[in-house]
């Protein structure tokens, strides 16, 4: 079943297999993998077939893991535990051991705790690994995996890794030759939870199942595309790690691309991962590149926030954040104008943004069409504004267009509506977590919806110019308040061309009518 899209129940089912958790004891694991696999085991997704092993340095007992397992999912899981039986079924497959994975010694022992689990649970020999740790830890894990024995096994073996993959270009290349030394491309899994999102999956639905969207999907019918990442929190309690990544490296790398990517692709000609990781890749290679600081200072926007207010909250300023650097010229704030050089969006901007402490939460990706030609029929008389395609990705989940229509009982005065099927007001909030599609994709071997190597070292290929016209000291850092919408330029970028952000969380102008099964 591998390759399908993630449909829902109609999806294959998954093989038993053994989950090593490593970092069983860090964020990660508490906010996201426990409630994940629980939501799995709910919906019946997870047989009894499996075994999770946490594996960190701190001393727990299983109990003790049990115990924090129960918490993470009490806190965070859209499914609560209350079923007790449920429960009790559930808990009895965790397990932990405690192990320094530099410790090869500690990998023989884990052998022989599989060799176990496999009896109990009639595991076939299937073993996940997932490395929810720092990126340096990857390498030295994956050699002492296969030292320490874990791959000889008659089932299969698969890598996921978290983000983020390398700091650049470079890196990413010396990381990948060590994993590579161990795992094979098609046993490694790169996590890009964007990707797992139910919204951004739907995008090929939209683009691909609709006949009248894609006759237009180009540059003869599209006048522009834009993207927007926006958080409303600032760095949290990850500052060490945020000072040393900034935005660029932390979402545009990765979330963003990996978004117009799949906005730009060309349809592929199955529905099998690497058809449609091809077409990725054929995007990635079509960015053109800054080929000079001077470009990059044009189109691209670098900003941080300072002491601001949010909805009347006052807020900090990022350098007077835990663990940042009081001097940093980490961007916490990016912006650009990319341009794609292919025969279908040459001459179309795609305009990117994201940014911490910004007025909402929300992505969303805009598609704004070409207007009606001037000075003929209805603009002669009326503004016409364009129409857009919104795709609502986070955290409200839907879909809409906007057009003109007449306004009822004039003659010909012309509004625009909005028509929404908002997803999130049908099915509510409770669509599967991103980490919990990508983890069960993961155990059926459907790594459609992960990032391929080629991927990720094309995205570096695009990023490293950006941050190294930064590095120079006439780059220049532009500050916004905490609150607001990033700084001036990010909005000049755009009138450049003739063009404005459009208000996104169903912001919208006064005048226009909205139609939905919300409004
Ligand atoms: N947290 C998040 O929201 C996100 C995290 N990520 C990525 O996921 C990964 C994990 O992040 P996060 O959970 O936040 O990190 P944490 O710092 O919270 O957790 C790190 C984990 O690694 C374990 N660990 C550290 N060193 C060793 C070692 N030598 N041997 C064995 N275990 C070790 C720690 O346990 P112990 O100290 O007990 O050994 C802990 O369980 C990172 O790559 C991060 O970039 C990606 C996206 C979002
Ligand atoms: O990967 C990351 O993503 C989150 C935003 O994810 P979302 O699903 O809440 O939109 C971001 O806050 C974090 O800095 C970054 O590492």
Redesign the pocket.
């Known amino acids: 079943m591998s390759g399908q899209l993630n449909l829902g129940p109609q999806a294959a089912k998954m093989e038993g297999a053994v989950i090593y958790l ?8 508490k ?2 993998l426990y409630p994940a696999l629980f939501s799995l085991y709910k919906e019946g997704k997870l047989a009894e077939d499996f075994a999770v092993v946490g ?4 001393p727990r007992t299983d109990e003790q893991f049990r115990a924090d397992v129960l918490a993470s999912i009490q806190e965070f899981c859209r499914y609560k535990p209350d079923d007790e039986e449920l429960w009790s079924r559930f808990e009895k497959h965790f397990v932990y051991m405690s ?4 410790n090869l010694e500690g990998f023989r022992e884990l052998v022989a705790l599989t060799q176990r689990l496999e009896a109990q649970f009639e595991i076939p020999g299937n073993r996940l690994f997932y490395l ?4 340096e ?1 990857f390498g030295p894990v994956s050699f002492n995996l296969r030292e320490g024995g874990l791959l000889e096994t008659a089932g299969w073996h698969r890598l996921v890794i ?3 993959f390398g700091y650049d270009r470079e890196s990413a290349r010396e990381l990948n030759e060590q994993i590579t030394q161990v795992f094979r491309e098609e046993e490694i899994y790169r996590i890009d ?1 964007y990707l797992g999102k139910e919204m951004v999956q739907n995008i090929e639905v939209i683009r691909f199942a609709n006949a009248f969207f894609e006759p237009l999907w180009n540059n003869k019918h599209i006048a522009n595309v834009q993207i927007s990442l926006a958080e409303t929190v600032g760095v949290e309690d990850r500052g060490g ?1 945020y000072d040393k990544s900034g935005a660029l490296r932390d979402m545009a790398q990765n979330h963003m691309l990996q978004m117009l990517a799949m906005i730009a692709m060309e349809p592929p000609s199955r529905l099998h991962p690497e058809d449609i990781r091809d077409e990725k890749v054929k995007v990635l290679r079509s960015l053109r590149p800054f080929r000079s600081p001077e470009e990059v200072y044009r189109n691209v926007v670098r900003g941080q926030y300072t002491a601001g207010t949010l909805k009347g909250k006052p807020l900090k300023g990022y350098r007077e954040e835990d663990s940042v650097d009081p001097a940093s010229v980490t961007e916490t704030y990016f912006a650009a104008r990319v341009f794609i050089d292919n025969f279908r969006w040459a001459g179309v901007p795609f305009y990117i943004r994201t940014g911490k402490r910004l007025p909402v939460k929300t992505t969303e990706v805009v598609i704004e069409f070409k207007n009606a030609p001037a000075g003929v029929l209805f603009r002669t008389r009326n503004e016409l504004a364009p129409n857009l395609l919104v795709i609502r990705v986070n955290p409200m989940e839907g879909i809409y267009i906007k057009i003109n229509a007449k306004k009822p009982g004039s003659d010909a005065d012309i509004q625009p509506v909005a028509m929404e099927f908002c997803q999130s007001c049908q099915v509510g909030l409770n669509t599967p977590e991103a980490y919990e599609t990508l983890l069960y994709d993961a155990i059926r071997g459907d790594s459609t919806y992960f990032t391929r190597w080629d991927e990720v070292d094309h995205a570096w290929a695009f990023v490293d110019p950006i941050a190294e016209a930064w590095r120079l000291p006439e780059s220049e850092l532009l500050f916004y308040p905490a609150g607001s919408w990033g700084p001036e330029r990010a909005a000049e970028l755009l009138a450049e061309d003739g063009y404005h952000w459009w208000p996104v969380n169903g912001q919208d102008e006064d005048n226009v009518i909205w139609i939905s099964n919300t409004k």
Not at 99 to 102: A, P, W
Not at 132 to 135: F, Y
Request: charged letters at 30%; aromatic letters at 8%; zero cysteines.
């Open positions: 490593f970092g069983a004891t860090g964020d990660l694991a906010r996201k594996l960190a340095r701190r192990l320094d994975i530099h929810a740790l720092a990126p830890l978290e983000k983020p939870h790690y």
